[in-house]
């Protein structure tokens, strides 16, 4: 109970303007920026240094095997919540609220899948901190696990560094039992994969073009269904659909060419590139917060950065879904540092001041990121705040060091349950259609 109220209060108090730690990592790269040369120059990706991941851990032999079982494990389970999904098509013209339970069940099954997987083939430490704006909002259970309380329906963003990002923040959805109701916004040519771009359209994954003149109304009808409610089993307790939106505005992950874009893209605006992440794109962000005001409260930011990833080095580079996966060169350690900002105090009145605001908040993020490069972590709150309820203090979390794995090692079977069950199902249909057919003497 002193948990539910510490969260109650939490949620309906606002963050202050200006985080103190976000203020002197400003100052830290003001002067550090006027004591700069220009013939100082960070290391570039051509120079050797060991790898951050270690040396190759499998072999030839064992990478086969890691590589056999992977397959076997996720193109069956794959398989198995498509074959979920379309058992469940029929739903959708006898009670559309069943139907989109339904669907938010298999994505449930998804997000068990990248969690464990992840846990089998590419163990990673998490560690996990935030500042004043989310104290109180993470845990770490008697069991090591990590526990999230943010809100059912929140917009979040975050820089994007590697293909595999995805996989962490499905994993923070998982810890807030939200990874039934994460959307993500995606480029259109992913919809044509088979079997898995079918499966992103049932999510009700956004796919936009990057025209604007296209995505446009497109985006808008979507936004417009993510504004509905249902009754349905897995529905909102506050009359809205449970939705986490995430949003990549850099558009696309941290790499060479995503370097020369972002640099370009400043140069012709007249600003300063940043060190540790790509220049915010705001137009996309900008709709989604119009179109979604008033039914969401907070905007939350998420800060990844992966261990010893060198200065002018690409992450995606250097962790490859074979590397990650197969040779054991998994990251030492994944880190997450999170924000919120009340979307009522950001200025989605005007689209020229929107970009400052959204250029202000990246800036903010790629000190955050530079603070990491030196120290191996980010900063971490833990500091007490009273309950505005009455209950127990608001506690910062700290530093929460854990791992991405379900809560319960038969989790996964919840996958392989309706596939086995409308088997049996066929089943026994055809045993007694042989049955009745046999009492009717139509067959021998």
């Known amino acids: 109970m002193d948990n539910a109220m510490a969260t109650e209060g939490l949620k309906l108090r606002h963050p202050p303007a200006s985080a103190p730690v976000i203020e002197t990592l400003k100052a830290y790269r003001t002067k550090i920026s ?26 030839v032999f064992k990478q086969a095997l890691r590589m056999f079982l992977f397959a076997v494990y996720f193109n069956g389970s794959i398989i198995a919540i498509a074959i979920t999904q379309y058992i469940g098509l029929p739903l959708y013209f006898y009670s559309k609220d069943l139907f989109y339970a339904w669907m938010a069940m298999t994505k449930q099954h998804f997000g068990i899948v990248s969690a464990t997987m992840t846990y089998w083939w590419a163990p990673v430490t998490m ?84 025209k604007w003149s296209t995505d446009k109304e497109r985006f808008r009808y979507r936004l417009k269904k993510l504004t509905t409610s249902h009754s349905g089993p897995l529905s909102g307790s506050k009359g809205l659909d449970p939705m986490w939106l995430l949003i990549f505005p850099e558009g696309t992950n941290l790499s060479s060419n995503g370097r020369t874009s972002s640099k370009k893209w400043a140069d012709k605006n007249g600003i300063e590139d940043l060190r540790h992440c790509l220049l915010p794109r705001s137009t996309g962000l900008l709709f989604c917060l119009q179109e979604l005001k008033g039914s969401v ?75 990491f490069v030196e120290n191996q972590r980010f900063p971490a709150d833990d500091g007490i705040t009273p309950n505005v309820n009455g209950g127990q203090p608001l506690k910062g979390a700290g530093w929460i060091e854990t791992e991405v794995r379900s809560v319960k090692w038969y989790e996964l079977l919840q996958i392989f349950v309706p596939v086995a069950a409308f088997a049996l199902v066929i089943n026994v249909l055809v045993k007694m259609a042989n049955i009745v057919l046999r009492l009717s003497r139509v067959t021998p």
């Not at 004591?35 to 790898?51: D, I, K, V």
């Not at 992966?306 to 002018?312: I, L």
């Not at 060169?329 to 540092?337: E, F, L, Q, Y």
Request: proline share 5%; charged share 20%.
């Open 34 to 59: 006027a004591n700069s040369t220009s013939s100082e120059s960070p290391p570039t990706s051509s120079q050797s240094t060991p790898h951050p991941g270690g040396e190759i851990k499998h072999g």
């Open 127 to 210: 560690r996990v901190s935030g500042d004043e704006s989310i104290r109180g909002q993470l845990r770490k259970t008697e069991d090591g696990r990590l526990e999230c309380d943010f809100p059912e329906r929140i917009v979040f963003v975050s820089n994007h560094q590697i293909y595999t990002d995805w996989v962490y923040l499905w994993w923070i959805a998982y810890t807030s039992s939200m990874h039934g109701h994460l959307y993500i916004i995606l480029k259109e040519s992913l919809k044509y994969i088979p079997v898995l771009g079918t499966g992103m359209m049932l999510y009700g994954f956004i796919f936009l073009s990057r």
């Open 297 to 371: 409260d907070y905007m939350y930011d998420c800060t990844l950065a992966y261990e010893g990833v060198p200065v002018g080095q690409y992450g995606q580079d250097l962790f490859t879904l074979h590397g990650t996966y197969f040779q054991g060169r998994s990251p030492k350690s994944v880190n997450m540092h999170w924000r919120r900002f009340p979307i009522a105090d950001i200025p989605t009145h005007d689209g020229k001041v929107f970009a400052g605001w959204l250029l202000a908040r990246w800036r903010e993020k790629d000190d955050l990121l530079q603070y």
